[in-house]
Antibody, heavy 118, light 114 residues
């Protein structure tokens, strides 16, 4: 079964850091681009970051640029999001999702992990 | 950045009736070299992650019922549910994936039963 499972969320004070993980299984992780998408309580979906198959190309939303770092370990089939200098407005459910290379529609999503900055 | 605007924000439709959701992009998401529209639709039910319904504006994802269809090109797109079922109650989002990020989503349309 194709699956993405996020972990690492929690309660953190403003200015603090967290590292989210997303464990992939059931597919060839290294063949896909990966994304983080977040959803604040009661709000819509917001794309956060993207990484290509080998980790050499990354992109970020302006709201997190310079504070968040996306990375991946293809040997461990795991995606990461290092979040520093956290703000109250970063409070959200964070989803990881996969897309085909270059064509960034997201066909598999994890169930999400909740980050609360307070 | 490309802005995606959905309408309406909420919609109530009777069971068995047609539901139509509109999505407009602030610039074209049609890539002329391959004639593909870089537009996807997602369904999100309460407490669940989003689910891909449609990509390339009109290609139904495997396993998605054929009552769901996508249409449009350039800047104007539509998601249609031909005969609303109770399990279709959800929030629906469009998203562009044209060229460079950010891959913005529309604000969402909440679909309910009338």
């Amino acid at each position: 079964e194709v699956q993405l499972v996020e972990s690492g969320g929690g309660l953190v004070q403003p200015g603090g850091s967290l590292r989210l993980s997303c464990a992939a299984s059931g597919f060839t992780f290294s063949s896909y681009w990966m994304h983080w998408v977040r959803q604040a309580p009661g709000k819509g979906l917001v794309w956060v970051s993207r990484i290509n198959s080998d980790g050499g190309i990354t992109s970020y939303a302006d709201s997190v640029k310079g504070r968040f770092t996306i990375s991946r370990d293809n040997a461990k089939n795991t995606l990461y999001l290092q979040m520093n200098s956290l703000r109250a407005e970063d409070t959200a459910v964070y989803y990881c999702a996969r897309s085909p290379p270059w064509d960034c529609y997201m066909d598999v999503w994890g169930k999400g992990t909740t980050v609360t900055v307070s | 950045d490309i802005v995606m605007t959905q309408s309406p924000d909420s919609l109530a439709v009777s069971l068995g009736e047609r539901a139509t959701i509109s999505c407009k992009s602030s610039q074209s998401v049609l890539y002329s070299s391959n004639n593909k529209n870089y537009l996807a639709w997602y369904q999100q039910k309460p407490g669940q992650p989003p689910k891909l319904l449609i990509y390339w504006a009109s290609t139904r994802e495997f396993g998605v019922p054929d009552r769901f269809s996508g249409s449009g090109s350039g800047t104007d797109f539509t998601l249609t549910i031909s005969s609303l079922q109770a399990e279709d109650v959800a929030v629906y989002y469009c998203q562009h994936y044209y060229a460079s990020p950010p891959y913005t989503f529309g604000q969402g349309t909440k679909l309910e039963i009338k």
